[in-house]
C-alpha cells in the first residue's frame, strides 16, 4: 500500500477517486443503490461482501469461486491487475499500477457504495 512519513498506510482521496472512477470505471460499472449492471456489476453494497454475490448480475466461476471478501486491502491488490488476481475473471480492465491512485477510489467507493 502507498506510505507516507512515519510508515503508515496513506488514506486516499475521495474527490480524486471519483475522477478517477468517471474516466477509468463509470463505462462498466454503476455505484448508486438499485443502479444498473453494464458489463459490468453495479457496486453498491460490494464492500465486505464476498466476490461474485451482485443479485442479476452473471459472473464467471473464477469470480464466484475465489473466495475474495471486497476491501481495503483486497480491492488495493486487485485493481492493480484483476486478471492476475482473479484468474479467469471477465473483467478486461488492465489495471491501475499508480497506488495512489487506487487508495484514491478505494476512498470513493467506500462512501459512494456504502
Not at 462498466?28 to 443479485?55: I, M, Y
Not at 491487475?81 to 489495471?95: E, H, Q, S
Request: net charge positive; with cysteine.
Amino acid at each position: 500500500m502507498a506510505k507516507k512519513k512515519g510508515g503508515k498506510a496513506k488514506g486516499g482521496n475521495e474527490k480524486k477517486g471519483a475522477k478517477v472512477f468517471k474516466t477509468k470505471c463509470s463505462q462498466c460499472h454503476t455505484v448508486e443503490a438499485g443502479g444498473a449492471h453494464k458489463q459490468g456489476p453495479n457496486l453498491h453494497g460490494f464492500w465486505g461482501r464476498v466476490s461474485g454475490q451482485a443479485d442479476g448480475y452473471t459472473f464467471t466461476a473464477a469470480n464466484k469461486e475465489s473466495g475474495v471478501v471486497w476491501g481495503d486491502k483486497t480491492l488495493f491488490d486487485y485493481l492493480e491487475n484483476p486478471k492476475k488476481y482473479i484468474k479467469g475473471t471477465k473483467m478486461v480492465f488492465a489495471g491501475m499500477k499508480k497506488a495512489d491512485e487506487r487508495q484514491n477510489i478505494i476512498a470513493f467507493l467506500k462512501k459512494s457504495t456504502s
